[in-house]
């Protein structure tokens, strides 16, 4: 309603204030002098804001409204990191920005009835395994680190694993919906173990045997686990069984092992996890020169722009590989220190809160594990990416989101956010709908 | 399915709050390890973007200071030293891939401003950004502008200067020296230069035998023990003969019964030889380990550079101590296998100035934080006290009859009573010298003026065929002179 709506407005001030700032910080680092070009950029963003927030006003009043400036939060602060590793990076984030803010709103405009998503849930699926698998196919597909993540035509490159994860979700949320009680109902106890009914523990396995073919085929870890762990946090949300998530968690690790000793990019990637001190200068540098980033950043950072991502007087060196993508967590700690990251992850951590909220409201099976599986899948990428580069698990390929600079990732997300904010709007309109009946029916009542 | 949310909810703050964990531990537990680890070229890195602190001479005369090189997140700074060769050593130089050495490695933690962890803390919360403090030494630029011109002048050699009273360093010349700012280019072929070896520090790092300068350690111990007085006379005949082999004065001239005075003036060898049997191995080497022998000096240069003096077993390269067998007459005239700096040399001379007392020698004077305040100064502290003040005042009179009728009246500075010590050490066949038959390594010690001395200094020249009083008297006369001129 209104009340919401000022309070994202408000919300947004604060926001627009954070990247004026983080510019103006960074400007102060390299010039020297400030101009008030820092201020040019915070009046662009917030214009976007605000028309984005218009719009929201219009299409969707009840809308959770802190989540879209918690989301903006995440992109002006990685508009800043990016600008200050390279300024043509972040012109082009900022116009992939913009792109995905036309994205966003298309979505709202033509998904209002999300609904029709579950009549279409076995397109929706096979254009999800597509999309996986699109990195593969000769001619379109691009290896970047031994792992098959890209797909580039033509002039653009985008990483179809971000749509993907959209994908999938969808489908899985509809195809829980329809199937949980026969999964909750015929479960039968074997040896003290709860099973599922052997005639629907068919499409499970299908969903861990399509898992593994992804690792096996695009030979990303961290995409693997954030898909399986999405459906199993999906999985565990419709049944209430625990069970089924051991017996998953079970699956995955066996298969995982067996991959791991068999693929040798996917094995070299848990070696260097493990040890890497083994060859500090090529397999384990990225994840050396992440954590050594970080050592340095201490509790305060060291300020906006102040950090080493290439050794000074060679412009061209690596000192933090992929800084603007895998690693930007580990320079944001290097200049940010411990409170900037602790930041971040609250951050990503109320965006989980209030997606996990827009479920709880929701009404029916289908929007529930809809917004359930957006969040889950959403707060497991923000994990693994900056599990990696912590050395929590396996460094990986994934994008931090809405903070790394990547094309398909600020888009896809903001996609993410439309369905969440569209379930959202539903789901708190019929609230206050029934608040409302409610109370004209106790007025009804003390007439009578 | 709202309760299976709420713990899905609370496994991913579990899982945020690893992430958490593990970030606190590698950016703030862990750290320094990390910091330290071979594999992590970050802090080298970033030690090249603090402006490192000036060095300065007493007069204020910049030694080194550090230059901006590139711009916005390139940008670093590089050394550059506005003297040139002149103060190669002692200051040394820092290069990221050349390191550091000499004065420049020992002071690192001041130039780069590293000082106090409170100041850190403290800076990171303001945003402070850490800048090198200024370090501003005692050297004087022009006695060792003299010093060094002396030096190329007479030959490969080292000149020391110390405030007697203070310990402060104000010559520290070694040639051949270097010009730092060519290190980047030149360090490799410096490095081959054998011989030369002109990144070698000869006043602190070279080994010398001191010949008749260490007279006055042998008189010290005979005058301390109570052996001798300055009125005790030994029978100093031409030749005597120790273990075997004579050892005789120059032109084997006999002396007859003679004093401390006469002794030490003509340097009569069998004189000191005798002295030295009778003041014994014990006494002898407890006073030279007094005078600073058998430890590394306490100047503020890294250990790594710095050279011990005393007897050494040269097939080992074994230090020896009172309890091993040596030929006790030889090491009192400063033969045996006797081996000292100048640097130590110099500290000799000094504690006689300074009335028995030894001071530290020190270069560093004070140093200056970014806002021009002094955080630092140094406060001169006594190493130890080899000799009463009797002692000094008895060494000091016969060491000015070495200037005034004895084998060091090069040294004489007009106006100025000089009190000092000759030596010359044959050194035959030394591979540094070309192996030449004739060579010699030519000293001279003392202070000057000797009733208030303000200076105390150590000449030495290798590989001359002059003796002490032509080679390394002229060059201590010049030093001083500068110094004394600059008062």
Known sequence: MTRDRNRELLALVPVALLLTAGFAAVFAQENAKLGNLSLTYGAYFFALCLATHIYLRIRLPHADPYLFPLMAVLTAFGLVMIYRIDESLARDQANWFVFGLVLFALTIQFLRDYEVLERYRYIIATIGILLLLAPRLPGIGEQVNGAYLGVKIGPISFQPAE??????VVFLASYLRENREVLIVGARRVLGVTLPPIKHFGPMLVVWGATMLLLVFIRDLGSSLM????FLALLYVATGRFSFVVIGMALFLLGAWFIVSTVPHVHDRVEVWLHPYHDPTESGYQILQSIFAQADGGLFGKGFGQGLISIPGHPNSALLPAAQTDTIYSLIVNELGLFGACGLIATYLLITARGFKVALLANDGFSKLLATGLTAVFAIQAFVIIGGVTRVIPLTGVTLPFVSYGGSSIVANFVLLALLLLVSDRARREAEEGVARAERGEALGALT | MNRQIIKLFGFIV????????FTSWWSVFDAKALKEQDANKRPLFEQQQIPRGRILAADGTVIAKSVPKGKGTGKRYVRHYPTGALFGHPIGYSFMEYGQTEFEQYHNVELTGEESEFG????????????????????DPKAQEVAMQALEATGYGAVVAIEPSTGAVKVLASNPGYDPNSIP?????????????PLYNRATQGQYPPGSTFKVVTAAAGLESGVITPETAINAPGSITVETKPLQNDFDQDWGEITLDTALTNSVNTWFAQLGQKVGQDELFSMMEKFGFNSKPPIDLPEDELSKSGVYDYESGRMLGRNDPVDLARV??????????????AMVAAAVANHGKLMKPQIWKRVVNVDGSVTKKMKPSVYSEPISGKTAADLTTAMEGVVDEGTGTNAAISGVPVAGKTGTAETPGNEACGGGADENQAWFIGFAPADHPKIAIAASVECTEAFGNDAAAPIFREVAEAILAGE
Do not use: C, H, M, Y
């Open chain 1, 163 to 168: 749509f993907a994860k959209i994908a999938i």
């Open chain 1, 227 to 230: 898909f399986f762990a999405a």
């Open chain 2, 14 to 21: 579990v899982l945020f709050a690893i992430l958490i964990g």
């Open chain 2, 120 to 139: 850190t803390i403290f800076d990171e919360l303001t945003g402070q950004k850490q800048e090198g403090e200024q370090v501003v030494t005692s050297l």
């Open chain 2, 185 to 197: 280019k030149t360090l490799r072929k410096l490095n081959k230069a054998e011989v030369s070896r």
């Open chain 2, 332 to 345: 009192a005239i400063g033969q045996e296998r006797l081996l000292v700096t100048p640097l130590q040399d």
